[in-house]
T-cell receptor, first 112, second 113 residues
Framework: DVKVTQSSRYLVKRTGEKVFLECVQDMDHENMFWYRQDPGLGLRLIYFSYDVKMKEKGDIPEGYSVSREKKERFSLILESASTNQTSMYLC???????????FGDGTRLSIL | AQTVTQSQPEMSVQEAETVTLSCTYD???????LFWYKQPPSRQMILVIRQEAYKQQNATENRFSVNFQKAAKSFSLKISDSQLGDTAMYFCAFTPNGNDMRFGAGTRLTVKP
């Protein structure tokens, strides 16, 4: 089975801090994704990556950046955390186009 | 716009009964894939079922089946013989261009004993 591991289940940070969310997958998937999940809004795509060092903006990239230095790892960075970034963050990976995405457990991030 | 609409924010069903969750989507693409995902409380999102748009036959996975109406852009999920473990958020999603995936807002399903 595909394993997608997010570094933290719960995280509390302060406004203005730089926050790193890490995601690692063990199935050599080319594609990786970061979403945020908010009640009533479903999942919204922040960034995705097709390959190492490649990244594409999703629907809500403002206030976020990403890094993919190795194929198995995709990091989400909140450059200067704000309270409106309090949310559940989900990482996912998949093998190719139109394939199902495999999700991590999620990180519930609170910005105080 | 490539959007997914789940018009039922919450639903409930008695154990052993059948329930149908609705989903509609909007796209101008002809080839795409549709998915239903399940997210149990405080647990990982997992794939329930997948449908390829160019296949007319509705997908089935054990107690889960879909009713895919391509012309109507409708993709409903039927859960037969509902079990307590089916209690979860259910998300409808599709890949309009083969790359990114679009999700609906979700339907919270509660199975009552």
């Amino acid at each position: 089975d595909v394993k997608v591991t997010q570094s933290s289940r719960y995280l509390v940070k302060r406004t203005g801090e730089k926050v790193f969310l890490e995601c690692v997958q063990d199935m050599d998937h080319e594609n990786m994704f970061w979403y945020r999940q908010d009640p009533g809004l479903g999942l919204r795509l922040i960034y995705f990556s097709y390959d190492v060092k490649m990244k594409e903006k999703g629907d809500i990239p403002e206030g976020y950046s990403v890094s993919r230095e190795k194929k198995e790892r995709f990091s989400l960075i909140l450059e200067s955390a704000s309270t409106n970034q309090t949310s559940m963050y989900l990482c996912a990976s998949r093998h190719g186009r139109n394939q199902p995405q495999h999700f991590g457990d999620g990180t519930r991030l609170s910005i105080l | 716009a490539q959007t997914v609409t789940q018009s039922q924010p919450e639903m409930s069903v008695q154990e052993a009964e059948t329930v149908t969750l609705s989903c509609t989507y909007d796209t101008s693409e002809n080839n795409y894939y549709l998915f239903w995902y399940k997210q149990p409380p405080s647990r990982q999102m997992i794939l329930v079922i997948r449908q390829e748009a160019y296949k007319q036959q509705n997908a089935t996975e054990n107690r889960f089946s879909v009713n895919f109406q391509k012309a109507a852009k409708s993709f409903s999920l039927k859960i037969s013989d509902s079990q307590l473990g089916d209690t979860a958020m259910y998300f409808c999603a599709f890949t309009p261009n083969g790359n990114d995936m679009r999700f609906g807002a979700g339907t919270r399903l509660t199975v009552k004993p």
